[in-house]
Every structure is written in C-alpha cells, then in structure tokens.
C-alpha cells in the first residue's frame, strides 16, 4: 500500500485496519511485533505513524492445512457400480468437498474409503473421483469417476450437457 499524498500521520495499525477490511487490528499489530509489517522494506512497530509517500507491505501467515484427501469410513447409498464409475446418493446436510471448517465426514472422504483396496483409484489424484457436485444441503446423485478415461469422458458430457439433471 502506498500511503497517500494528503495522509495525516496515524499509527499503523489503525491505517492498515480501515483498508484492510478482512485483518483485524489485533492481527495486524501480531505480524508488526514479529516483524512482517515493512515500511519503505524495513519492519516496523504497530505504533509506527504512517506518513505521505510511505511504502507499506504487510506479510499475514496463514496456517497451513493438509489437503491431503483421507478415506474415512462413512457409510455410502452406492445406487450403481462397475470397475469405471459408481453413482452415489449424497443426503442433504453432507459436505461433498473437505474445506474451511469440514476437513472430515464428508463425501469425498466416504468416496476415499469405498474402492480403497482398488490400487489405480486415489482420491488424492485429479484424474479421478466427483464428476460434478452438488450443495450441501442438496441430497441427490453424484457420478464418481474410478479411472482417468472415465473422468474424461464423464466430464465432456456434463460440460456439453449431454446429461440429464432432475431436480424435485
């Protein structure tokens, strides 16, 4: 952030607080005393008072989460099956993908667990699993994908739509 021409001085923190509207001041004030709030590249306390011209960069840490897809045994409605594909019925209230939040029990997770003793099925690899999704508290069926080929030609067909949705 460049400070601007007609700023008056104010400290910092409060500067950074009121054009950062998803950082608190108390985070904010946490990265200057360990040091990830630069001024003009060199690092500065929270009390610093912005001044006209100033360069500010600001270094938030974010934790870091294993994405890494776990099979975990959730019991499934498999409604059809065969070595490239299984049909599934997602109830409402499930959470299809692991995110913010829901990083256990949720579909892809049961889907993990399924084919498990599968050796070319990981449900840690793109060319495999959910074709399309549906929301959380949407229940219905979700095509599962068990090799990349299927995927493949699963994915052209909901993209040119040559599938058929319906919803109640």
Do not use: C
Not at 91 to 120: C, D, E, K, Q, Y
Not at 157 to 162: A, D, E, L, R
């Amino acid at each position: 952030i460049v400070v601007d021409k007609g700023q008056v001085p104010v400290r910092i923190d409060r500067f950074m607080t009121e054009r950062l509207q998803h950082s608190s001041r108390n985070r904010i004030q946490k990265a200057a005393d360990a040091g990830f709030v630069h001024v003009n590249e060199r690092p500065v306390k929270s009390n610093y008072k912005v001044r006209p011209g100033d360069v500010i960069t600001l270094m938030l840490d974010r934790p870091h989460h294993d994405t890494t897809i776990e099979a975990e045994d959730i019991p499934l409605d498999v409604v059809y099956e065969d070595d490239a594909l299984m049909v599934v019925n997602k109830p409402a209230g499930m959470v299809v993908h692991p995110g913010a939040g829901n990083f256990h029990g949720t579909l892809i997770n049961a889907v993990a667990w399924h084919p498990r003793n599968m050796p070319s099925f990981d449900a840690n690899d793109p060319e495999v699993g959910l074709v399309h999704r549906i929301d959380k508290d949407t229940s219905g069926l979700l095509v599962v994908a068990k090799t990349p080929e299927a995927k493949r030609k699963l994915g052209l067909q909901f993209f040119n739509k040559t599938t058929h949705r319906s919803y109640n």
